[in-house]
């Protein structure tokens, strides 16, 4: 099976289970430099099943956008979380500072400190589009400039 199948398999897979299964048979068959791809359409899943637990109050400039690239983030988060610790393991931190703070400040606050071990996941797997500091250069004009400056040089770095 060339590369190109592998893909268009991985993008019909409609649930986390069905890609748990994929990875497995990808493994075996020695895809492994497909493993990106596969991160990716799970990100994409997990985000989807997230967006329908959460209510988002319609906070001051809380666009459609910032929901699902925040929406991908988390679910990036939460796929290294659950890889980690070798179980689904979900961000209570961090839906806690949403619910009690609201989406921008919880991206704030979570965008304010040094690397994390999650930030330096992502970026060492390639799977950087789907830092929360991604989705403050992406939706710059909802941020601060001075903090939208202090996340561009952390990327830098």
């Given at each position: 099976?060339?590369?190109?199948?592998?893909?268009?398999?991985?993008?019909?897979?409609?649930?986390?289970?069905?890609?748990?299964?994929?990875?497995?048979?990808?493994?075996?068959?020695?895809?492994?430099?497909?493993?990106?791809?596969?991160?990716?359409?799970?990100?994409?899943?997990?985000?989807?099943?997230?967006?329908?637990?959460?209510?988002?109050?319609?906070?001051?400039?809380?666009?459609?956008k910032l929901?699902?690239?925040?929406?991908?983030?988390?679910?990036?988060?939460?796929?290294?979380?659950?890889?980690?610790?070798?179980?689904?393991?979900?961000?209570?931190?961090?839906?806690?500072?949403?619910?009690?703070?609201?989406?921008?400040?919880?991206?704030?606050?979570?965008?304010?400190?040094k690397n994390?071990?999650?930030?330096?996941?992502?970026?060492?797997?390639?799977?950087?589009?789907?830092?929360?500091?991604?989705?403050?250069?992406?939706?710059?004009?909802?941020?601060?400039?001075?903090?939208?400056?202090?996340?561009?040089?952390?990327?830098?770095?």
């Amino acid at each position: 099976m060339s590369d190109f199948e592998v893909k268009s398999r991985i993008d019909n897979l409609k649930s986390i289970k069905s890609c748990d299964s994929f990875e497995k048979n990808m493994k075996q068959l020695g895809y492994d430099h497909l493993m990106k791809y596969l991160s990716r359409q799970r990100v994409y899943l997990r985000s989807d099943e997230l967006l329908d637990s959460f209510n988002f109050d319609k906070e001051d400039g809380v666009t459609e956008k910032l929901i699902t690239d925040f929406m991908r983030a988390l679910a990036a988060y939460e796929e290294y979380l659950t890889d980690k610790n070798s179980r689904r393991t979900i961000a209570n931190r961090l839906r806690q500072n949403i619910k009690k703070n609201g989406v921008i400040h919880a991206i704030i606050s979570a965008t304010s400190k040094k690397n994390t071990l999650g930030f330096d996941y992502l970026l060492n797997t390639g799977l950087d589009e789907f830092t929360l500091e991604q989705v403050v250069l992406d939706n710059h004009g909802l941020f601060d400039i001075a903090h939208v400056e202090f996340v561009r040089n952390k990327l830098k770095t």
